[in-house]
């Protein structure tokens, strides 16, 4: 029995390697949900013109602000130069 649930781990990791990313080309903040502390997005992908909703977890959304502020560290030219940087980042996608 331990052997076949090793086999059943190792194809899953197997299959956790071999991920392709999926290109997204619109990520929308849409509603903020207080009940549950969570976001609701919205998301299309570059090959469908279909627009998919999730929920996320603030949590997790605090997480991934944490990511990109690393990546940006790590990327000079996603460094923000100031806070009117940002504001004509945001008005560029509106």
């Given amino acids: 029995m331990a052997s076949s649930g090793a086999k ?27 009940e ?25 959304l605090e997480d991934l602000i944490a990511d990109l502020r690393r990546l940006s560290y790590l990327h000079p030219k996603w460094r923000l130069k100031g806070p009117t940087d940002q504001l004509s980042r945001s008005s560029r996608s509106n």
């Fill in 8 to 34: 059943l781990a190792d194809t899953m990791s197997e299959k956790v390697e071999q991920r392709v990313p999926v290109s997204v080309v619109a990520l929308r903040a849409e509603n903020y949900s207080a």
């Fill in 36 to 60: 549950d502390d969570s976001i609701v997005i919205s998301l299309r992908t570059k090959y469908s013109t279909a627009e998919r909703i999730y929920s996320v977890p603030a949590d997790c």
